[in-house]
Nanobody, 124 residues
Framework: VQLQASGGGLVQPGGSLRLSCAAS????????IAWFRQAPGKEREGVSC????????HYVDSVKGRFTISRDNAKNTVYLQMNSLKPEDTALYYC??????????????????WGKGTLVTVSS
């Protein structure tokens, strides 16, 4: 069972990135998938989650209206489209699941599976 996040990079403020979370070894159709991030010197925090029924949860007010989470079950992949990026979005981004259908209260902790993160750097 593996989740692999990809798509990070260096982007200027106001730019966009799309992160991908590819699952292997299991079918993510039945599970919620969450993104969480950890910035240097800061606590890990949940970002967004999509449930098995496509119910969306955002855990950080600052990403509402800028980040969109979606899933493509045919590709066994979840995406995080990030627009209007800000320097404070700089962090290592991870995707994970606690193998439940609904989104967790705090995806920053308690995930059963998560992969290596992908680094997002927002800087001019």
């Amino acid at each position: 069972v593996q989740l692999q996040a990809s798509g990070g990079g260096l982007v200027q403020p106001g730019g966009s990135l799309r992160l991908s979370c590819a699952a292997s070894g299991f079918t993510l159709d039945y599970y919620s998938i969450a993104w969480f991030r950890q910035a240097p010197g800061k606590e890990r925090e949940g970002v967004s989650c999509v449930s098995s029924r496509d119910v969306i949860t955002h855990y950080v007010d600052s990403v509402k209206g800028r980040f969109t989470i979606s899933r493509d079950n045919a590709k066994n992949t979840v995406y995080l489209q990030m627009n209007s990026l800000k320097p404070e979005d700089t962090a290592l981004y991870y995707c994970g699941t606690d193998r439940r259908s609904g989104c967790p209260r705090n995806p920053a902790y308690g995930m059963d599976y998560w992969g290596k993160g992908t680094l997002v750097t927002v800087s001019s």
